[in-house]
């Protein structure tokens, strides 16, 4: 499989160099268009057909990239990428989770794994700290981030999470609509203990270390109730808590952000101990097989 991580900070130095009514284009056509099969699988277009219709530009700005226009914030970001190697840092990560495939006999159902490295609005990923990626469409993983002394040493992490992704989705399908809590627990807590696995405990997400002990607790009886609910929007309640809930006019269920994630990953872990089990090996395994022998739903 050939790996390609896109040099988006010398995009980002050109766009920057642009007029600001120039740079959605620019963003369009040459950052986001080794990714178009990614966004045409979630149907996103790269152009709107109607002015201010959705499209990628818009779509990238709720996933929490920085607006275009913000070129001083923009500019001071790209000069700390450069300095701490980040796209060197990317590539080394994705050769080191490659290896651990082909070590363990996984593997992902693509030709090409392309990655692109972009620049967060601090402020839309407050509740992580700054940064978040998306790797749920094997041959593409995206990060976003704003860097700061918390998340640059756990970029190596996040990208395996989502590279973990790539490697579960080239397994089973992803649908979405039919997509059960249990399931996305599952899926959450497989991408965060894997990144464990190749980084370590402290370079794990502040989506599986924000709970305290009797949030925890709480949350686990919560989920415990709703572990069948389907539809993404009713499971994006129960993963991502009340807040992201409201924001996204979704109906609140009781818990704290990213709630979901943290026990996700709790179950896992607990599973993976409770039954001797590696990550290699429960990554292939079912989300129900995970959930009913982890002891946490008892």
């Known amino acids: 499989m050939k790996i390609t991580v896109e040099d988006t900070l010398e995009q980002y130095e050109k766009l920057y160099g642009l007029e600001p009514c120039k740079r959605e284009d620019f963003f369009r056509y040459t950052m986001m268009k080794p990714f178009e ?3 045409r699988f979630i149907n996103v277009p790269l152009h ?15 996933l929490g990239h920085l607006d ?12 700390n990428l450069k300095e701490i190697g980040a796209l060197s840092t990317a590539k080394e990560v994705l050769h080191a989770c490659t290896d651990f495939t082909l070590q363990h006999g996984l593997k992902i159902h693509a030709d090409e794994l ?35 002394n918390y998340n640059i040493p756990r970029i190596p992490a996040v990208i395996a999470h989502e590279f973990h992704h790539n490697i579960r989705f080239s397994y089973f399908d992803w649908d979405h609509g039919n997509i059960t809590v249990g399931e996305y627990l599952i899926i959450e807590g497989l991408a965060e203990s894997f ?20 949030d925890e607790m709480y949350s686990i009886q919560v989920l415990k109730n709703a572990l069948n609910i389907k539809g993404f929007a009713e499971v994006s309640s129960y993963m991502f808590g009340d807040i992201y809930a409201k924001e996204q006019g979704y109906s609140p269920v009781g818990l704290s952000p990213y ?6 990953y709790k179950a896992v872990q607990s599973f993976m101990n409770l039954n001797h089990v590696g990550i290699a090996e429960a990554t292939l395994l079912q989300a129900d097989e ?5 002891g946490l739903f008892d």
């Open 37 to 39: 099969a990614m966004w």
């Open 48 to 62: 709107a057909k109607e002015p201010g219709g959705y499209d990628v530009v818009m779509a990238a700005k709720m």
């Open 68 to 79: 275009l226009s913000e070129t001083e914030t923009g500019t001071h970001v790209l000069q």
């Open 114 to 148: 392309k990655l692109g490295l972009y620049i967060a609005d601090p402020h839309k990923l407050e509740l992580v700290n700054g940064y978040s990626g998306f790797g749920g469409i094997p041959g593409f993983i995206q990060v976003t981030i704003y860097p700061n």
């Open 195 to 214: 990144a464990r696995e190749l980084y370590g405990q402290d370079s794990i997400g502040p989506w599986v270390t924000s709970l305290d002990e009797e």
């Open 259 to 264: 709630a979901g994630y943290a026990i996700g």
């Open 290 to 294: 995970i959930i009913e022998q982890c």
